[in-house]
């Protein structure tokens, strides 16, 4: 697919006139051809014209007056900033009324998940965050709401696997946590271990482990590259690539392996995210 | 006789002619010439009787008369024994093959009727009040190993990369986007 994301970022006169009047526009579609931080094999401007023109920030203000003060509080903002249209599924790193790149993203989902007497709200935030902190290669570890969903998406019981508290299967094996992994020992002894990479289904029960073991750390699921903006939600990479432009999120904006690559390596650990 | 038959033949035949009213000619047929015609009835039947068999075995066996019992024998014993025997066996043998898959229908139907419990689960799923439901459910599946087995299968093909075990463990790798 000729589609790659780290696309220069041409923005369209009419909406940059919206938005900087005529100084402000020559700007912008100067600084259009210009790119900080390119990552070695960027293909230029050959990738962005293969690309549909992409939109450009605060082209539609939320309706909502809340979310639209933040879009006017991202807009009036000097500096380089992350600007998240939530609505629009799209993220622009911003310098000034430039935009360095933008790429397409997936939001939350904006379903609530009840149990036990809890609940999760799987929408994304509006309002203004802050970069935390980055990291390469990071690793999940999946949230009780994880099983909660998993558990009433299939119809399965939920049951807490704790150390030093053997479950007991219908087949009389049973389940224990030994040290990281979790294991059923069967009736003639024989231990098997639980890939860690795998969830703890046995019947119709899916067991919780217990944070520390692998089960609970998992590798890939945020792809290459996170950057953590604080109560959990991440801008961060996928294998569900095909989710990308969608409301498909418990809350984390994913992105592109390629567009996450890239704020990882340009954006500061600091930098303000508007998401409106 | 077929010399002293023939004039008397022509005597009836050109009296039939001769004599106008149907009525008379039958009565003159049957009084004047019932005997021979009997005879003559008589011999046709079994002559036709007779060839009747004969030309039936001739249809199934063309090529020679000689043949022709045989033809009959061998075309009677398949028959018997295809249709009759082969038949009933078949027969049988489908009824088996049928009440096999019957008797392993009815052996899941103890699955099956664990399946309305998987439907009722999937109910269960739309709704938070599922949670509750699923809870009892699976419990019930814990107890009853190939319950979880057959469930957890009609699980896997709702879900991509899910495998059964015969341990009653599903396989499933832990995945955001589940």
Redesign the interface.
């Known amino acids: 697919m000729q589609n790659h994301p780290l696309r220069n970022v041409r923005v369209p006169a009419t909406a940059a006139l919206l938005l900087l009047g005529a100084a402000g526009a020559a700007q912008a579609q100067g600084s259009g051809t210009r790119l900080l931080g390119v990552p070695v094999g960027y293909a230029g401007d050959s990738a962005a014209a293969a690309e549909p023109e992409a939109p450009a920030p605060f082209a539609r203000v939320p309706e909502d007056a809340a979310r639209a003060r933040v879009a006017e509080a991202a807009r009036r903002a000097g500096g380089r900033r992350l600007v998240v249209s939530l609505q629009e599924r799209r993220l622009w790193w911003m310098d000034g009324d430039s935009v360095l790149h933008t790429a397409p993203a997936a939001v939350g989902k904006g379903t609530r998940l009840e149990h036990g007497g809890r609940t999760w709200d799987f929408s994304t935030p509006y309002g203004v965050r802050t970069v935390r902190a980055k990291a390469e290669n990071p690793v999940w570890v999946p949230p009780e709401w994880h099983y909660v969903e998993l558990a009433q998406d299939s119809a399965y019981a939920l049951a807490h696997l704790q150390r030093g508290k053997p479950a007991r299967l219908a087949d009389g094996s049973r389940l224990e946590v030994r040290g990281d992994r979790i294991v059923q020992v069967h009736r003639d002894g024989r231990v098997e271990e639980i890939p860690g990479d795998e969830e703890v289904i046995f019947g119709r029960t899916l067991y919780v482990p217990p944070l520390g073991t692998a089960n609970r750390r998992i590798e890939g699921e945020l792809g290459s590259y996170k950057l953590e903006l604080g109560d959990g939600y991440m801008l961060h990479g996928t294998p569900h690539q095909d989710s990308i432009g969608r409301a498909a999120t418990h809350g984390c904006i994913r992105l592109r392996d390629e567009d996450v690559e890239y704020l990882y390596r340009n954006v500061p650990v600091g930098a303000r995210v508007y998401l409106y | 006789m077929l010399n002293r038959m023939l004039p008397l033949a022509v005597v009836l035949t050109a009296a039939s002619l001769a004599v106008a009213p149907a009525s008379a000619q039958t009565t003159g047929t049957g009084s004047t010439a019932t005997g021979q015609t009997m005879q003559q009835d008589t011999t046709p039947r079994q002559t036709t009787t007779g060839q009747t068999t004969t030309q039936g075995q001739t249809t199934q066996g063309h090529e020679g008369h000689q043949m022709q019992n045989q033809t009959m024998q061998q075309d009677t014993t398949p028959r018997q024994t295809t249709t009759q025997g082969q038949n009933p066996v078949p027969t049988q043998t489908m009824q088996g093959q049928e009440g096999q898959p019957v008797q392993q229908v009815q052996g899941q139907t103890t699955t099956g009727q664990q399946n309305l419990t998987?439907t009722q689960?999937?109910t269960?799923?739309e709704g938070?009040l599922?949670?509750q439901t699923?809870?009892t459910?699976?419990?019930?599946?814990?107890?009853?190993?190939a319950?979880?087995g057959t469930?957890?299968t009609q699980?896997d093909q709702s879900?991509a990369g899910m495998t059964d075990t015969d341990?009653?463990?599903?396989?499933?790798?832990?995945?955001?986007?589940?």
């Open positions: 998987s689960t999937t269960g799923t938070t599922g949670n699923t809870g459910q699976a419990t019930t599946g814990n107890q009853n190993m319950t979880q469930t957890g699980m879900r341990a009653g463990r599903t396989r499933m790798r832990v995945s955001k986007d589940t």
